[in-house]
C-alpha cells in the first residue's frame, strides 16, 4: 500500500490448518472483526490449493493456485500462522508459499510485507513450525515484519466458539498487526 490513503489497507490471511475447527483460522476471523475499520483482512482457505507439480506450474495454472496468486497481488500485506506438525510447519501451508514464489521473477511475494504467527495446545505454541515459516517467508522475497514472535501455546484454551478470548494474547497479536501495518506504509512510501 498504498500512498493512496482513500481506500483502507488490504491484508491477506493465510492459515495452514484446513479443517473447519481450526484454532489458527480462528486467530485469524478474531483479527478480522477486531481490525474492521483499521484494515481488511481477507482470509483464504488453502483447500482448493493442490500439490505444487511443475507440470501444471504453467500459464494456466489451476484454479486455486491463480486465486491465491492474485489474492497476494490484492494484498498490502500478509498475516501468516502455521500449526505445528512434527515439529515443522503445516505441508499445506509450505505447499501454498511454494506456488505462490512461483513464476520466478514474476511472484507477488517479493517486497510483500508479512507478519507470522503459529498456534499449538502444547507449550512450545508451535515455535519450530515459525522458525520454518520465516526461513520460508524469507526465500520467497517477503518483508518479515521484525518483532517479537507470536506465538500461542495452549491455544485450545484461548478459543472459544471459533474466536480468540484470551485477552493478553489478542492485545500482543493486535500489536504484531500494527507493527505490520507499519510495513506497509514504509513500503508504499518507498
Ligand atoms: C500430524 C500432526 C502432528 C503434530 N505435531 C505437533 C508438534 O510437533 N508440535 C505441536 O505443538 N503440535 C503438534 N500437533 C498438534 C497441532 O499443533 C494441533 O492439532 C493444532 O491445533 C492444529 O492446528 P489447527 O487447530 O489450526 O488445526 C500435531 C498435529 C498433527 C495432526
Not at 489474492?71 to 505441508?91: F, H, K, T
Request: hydrophobic content about 40%; aromatic content about 4%.
Amino acid at each position: 500500500m498504498p500512498n493512496d490513503q482513500s481506500r483502507p489497507v488490504r491484508l491477506l490471511g493465510l492459515s495452514g490448518s484446513l479443517r473447519k475447527g481450526s484454532h489458527c483460522t480462528a486467530v485469524l476471523e478474531t483479527l478480522r472483526e477486531k481490525l474492521a475499520g483499521k484494515a481488511e483482512l481477507t482470509i483464504l482457505p488453502l483447500n482448493d490449493v493442490p500439490l505444487y507439480d511443475q507440470d501444471i506450474d504453467t500459464d494456466q495454472p489451476p484454479a486455486g493456485v491463480a486465486a491465491l496468486r492474485q489474492a497476494i497481488r490484492d494484498a498490502d500485506g500478509l498475516v501468516v500462522i502455521s500449526p505445528e506438525y512434527n515439529y515443522g510447519m503445516s505441508g499445506v501451508l509450505k505447499n501454498a508459499l511454494d506456488w505462490a514464489s512461483r513464476p520466478y521473477g514474476k511472484s507477488a511475494l517479493p517486497g510483500k510485507p508479512a507478519l507470522i504467527m503459529s498456534a499449538s495446545p502444547a507449550f512450545t505454541g508451535g515455535v519450530r513450525a515459525q522458525y520454518q515459516v520465516r526461513e520460508t517467508l524469507a526465500a520467497t522475497g517477503c518483508r518479515v515484519v521484525a518483532r517479537p514472535q507470536i506465538v500461542i501455546p495452549a491455544v485450545h484454551e484461548k478459543i472459544k466458539d471459533g474466536r480468540l478470548t484470551d485477552e493478553a494474547t489478542l492485545t500482543f497479536a493486535l500489536a504484531g498487526v500494527d507493527d505490520l501495518l507499519k510495513e506497509v506504509r514504509l513500503v508504499g512510501s518507498l
